[in-house]
């Protein structure tokens, strides 16, 4: 199998996993008996320690070894798995959540991504590397939409045979860490084709591993942490949560919605490249962000399961047309030997933004007189966000769209 292959099967080993937790964490957090404003600090502590781990990691992948990062973070994962299942000590796990990687949203945590997409572009030109990176996109969403799927069934299975709610969604923790482990065997068969080549890591690189990008890498990861953070107020746990509390449906119900949401994501996701190649990545990653934007805020206030389900679908159909394109476009105006250190230093900025808003969301979506606001407060934000980022970034084009030939 060839390193692509492997980065790709990786990829979607991977977000099936984040996907089969996140629709039950919170769920496993309340029934093993913590608090609202206990699981929103450990929500939050979470993500904010998966930012610590990363930085340390991403920043010193291209010069201590990108395969060797990769199989740390899968070893972090089978750890906070592992410790999530052993105890209900809120210390206890808030220190594995801390050390240790675990997605609440569903989406991308800990050192992987940044480091599969510089291997990734390293081996493609310019021209291709948006296409490449959407399709990448597209395996995580197949995979999340599959994972939260399996997850929901799996839990309601559990309950099904008469294990209580924390037994059952025990099982979905252990088989977190079970893809954690058949990761850190996966990564171990790359080949040393996907690290820097030797001679090319720049000796002029700093603390974060940049140098000529580093003011553009630093401006891009503050607008991005404001996206970041209104996106933790209504990450996948969360908005799962909301419909339990809200309409009162079961794990499997759950499991099925997120699952049709995020096949619309990964359909969104391949579309973004094509799109891109016509208006440029910068006006996909704006002009397709806002319309999903409007949608979130709609969707509690739509009066009935059906009609929220409806629009909530209706904007995962278009949300994730900025992921490839975003993460194409850090990738495009930086150097080679920054790749890794871009993608990770942008990842760890959206990593600590989204970390501090479940402080304020968990407790608020439990409540039901106030479960709208995440929703509002997250669409909001997201809106300044794209009208920001365009203003800030329109004039700075990527090679393929400045170079001869460029459209």
Do not use: C
């Not at 796990?93 to 569903?106: F, H, M, N, W, Y």
């Not at 909530?312 to 790749?339: H, K, N």
């Amino acid at each position: 199998m060839t390193d692509a292959r492997i980065l790709f099967a990786t990829r979607g080993l991977r977000m099936f996993g984040y996907g089969f937790l996140s629709v039950i964490l919170v769920l496993y957090l309340a029934a093993i008996g913590l608090g609202d404003a206990e699981i929103g600090a450990l929500l939050t502590l979470t993500l904010l320690g998966d930012a610590v781990v990363s930085l340390a990691l991403t920043t010193r992948a291209d010069r201590v070894g990108r395969r060797r990062v990769l199989v740390a973070g899968a070893a972090l994962m089978v750890l906070a798995g592992t410790v999530f299942i052993a105890t209900r000590s809120f210390a206890v796990l808030v220190l594995a959540a801390t050390i240790g990687v675990i997605s609440p949203s569903g989406n991308e945590v800990g050192p992987f991504l940044a480091v599969e997409q510089a291997s990734l572009a390293q081996t493609v030109g310019d021209r291709r590397r948006t296409s490449v990176f959407a399709r990448f996109a597209l395996t995580g969403s197949l995979a999340t939409a599959a994972g939260a799927l399996a997850g929901g069934a799996v839990a309601q299975a559990g309950l099904g045979v008469g294990l209580g709610p924390a037994g059952a969604y025990r099982l979905v923790v252990a088989g977190y860490v079970l893809v954690g482990l058949v990761l850190a065997l996966m990564f171990i068969r790359l080949s040393g084709a996907i690290e820097v080549p030797p001679g090319r890591a720049s000796p002029a690189a700093g603390l974060l591993g940049l140098h000529r990008s580093r003011g553009v890498v630093l401006r891009l990861s503050a607008l991005f942490s404001i996206d970041a953070f209104a996106g933790g107020f209504v990450m996948q746990s969360l908005v799962a949560y909301w419909f339990h509390v809200r309409f009162a449906i079961d794990p499997a119900a759950i499991g099925a919605i997120f699952f049709v949401a995020n096949l619309l994501a990964a359909a969104s996701a391949l579309a973004a490249a094509r799109i891109a190649a016509r208006i440029g990545l910068l006006n996909t990653m704006v002009f397709t962000h806002l319309p999903s934007n409007v949608l979130l805020v709609l969707v509690p206030l739509m009066p009935t399961l059906p009609l929220a389900i409806a629009v909530l679908l209706a904007r995962f159909a278009i949300s994730q047309m900025d992921v490839p394109t975003r993460q194409s476009y850090t990738l495009a105006v930086v150097d080679p030997d920054e790749r890794s250190a871009a993608a990770g230093v942008t990842g760890i900025a959206r990593s600590v933004g989204a970390g501090v808003a479940p402080l304020a969301s968990a407790p608020l979506v439990g409540n039901p007189a106030l479960a709208s606001i995440p929703f509002l407060v997250a669409g909001s934000l997201k809106i300044v966000y794209d009208l920001l980022v365009w203003v800030a970034f329109r004039r700075i084009r990527p090679p393929e769209e400045s170079g001869p030939g460029a459209g």
